[in-house]
């Protein structure tokens, strides 16, 4: 069983739905990332949050760490947002754990 | 600042051929990590290194070794590379943060192919 599953492995949706991506973990952490990697390949990190909710702009991230479940919502998703989004907890040593991603598209 | 960088972008050696990926930053970050990332897989740490002169082993290490001689460059070598370690590596970089915790920085990764 992997350390970090993501849910759903692949979504594709319409231009302004509302999106959520769930990442649930075994492994005890202090943290969490979400990355996002384009079709480029280049990685960048959205979020890193040990608690609670942050958001930044049309993102929003959740984390509940005795529940050790960690989402990505994307609102008025845009056909930019197409890419592959990787949850990340954070263990000890500043060790990432990384999910397998979820594969998001946007069409028009 | 340029980040995280990586040289080269695509290589392509034949089995038992070695070479050196360098990453660079200029963050004055701390720790530095490589990775690879395979098709159908997460990304995996190969070696990570907490500070310059120090290195430690990840997840996938066989086959691979790393130093850090000075603080901005973490150099990943195959001295004999094998089909197995076609992959796409990405360079990272992170400091310590007063909270403890730390956002990580990606390089843009290379591509290798071993034939």
């Known amino acids: 069983k992997n350390e970090v599953e993501q849910s759903p492995q692949n979504l594709t949706a319409q231009e302004g739905e509302f999106i959520t991506i769930n990442c649930s973990y075994s492994?005890?952490?202090?943290?969490l990332h979400w990355l996002q990697q384009h079709p480029g390949g280049g990685i960048v990190s959205l979020f890193m949050?040990?608690?609670g909710k942050k958001k930044h702009g049309r993102l929003i991230a959740t984390i509940n760490i005795q529940e050790k479940h960690s989402s990505l919502h994307i609102t008025a998703s845009h056909p930019r947002d197409s890419a592959v989004y990787i949850c990340?907890?954070?263990?000890?040593?500043?060790?990432?754990?990384f999910g397998q991603g979820t594969r998001l598209t946007i069409n028009p | 600042n340029a980040g995280v960088t990586q040289t080269p972008k695509f290589r392509v050696l034949k089995t038992g051929q070695s070479m050196t990926l360098l990453c660079a930053q200029d963050?004055?970050?701390?720790?530095m990590y490589w990775y690879r990332q395979d098709p159908g897989m997460g990304l995996r740490l190969i070696h990570y290194?907490?500070?310059?002169?120090?290195?430690a082993k990840g997840e996938v290490p066989d086959g691979y070794n790393v130093s850090r001689l000075k603080k901005q460059n973490f150099l990943l070598g195959l001295e004999s590379a094998a089909p197995s370690q076609t992959s796409v590596y990405f360079c990272?970089?992170?400091?310590?943060?007063?909270?403890?915790?730390?956002?990580?920085?990606f390089g843009p990764g290379t591509r290798l192919t071993v034939l």
């Open positions: 990272a970089s992170s400091n310590h943060g007063t909270s403890g915790i730390i956002t990580q920085y």
């Open positions: 492994v005890g952490i202090s943290a």
């Open positions: 949050l040990s608690s």
């Open positions: 990340a907890p954070i263990q000890g040593a500043q060790k990432l754990v």
């Open positions: 963050m004055n970050h701390e720790y």
């Open positions: 290194s907490v500070g310059e002169g120090t290195t």
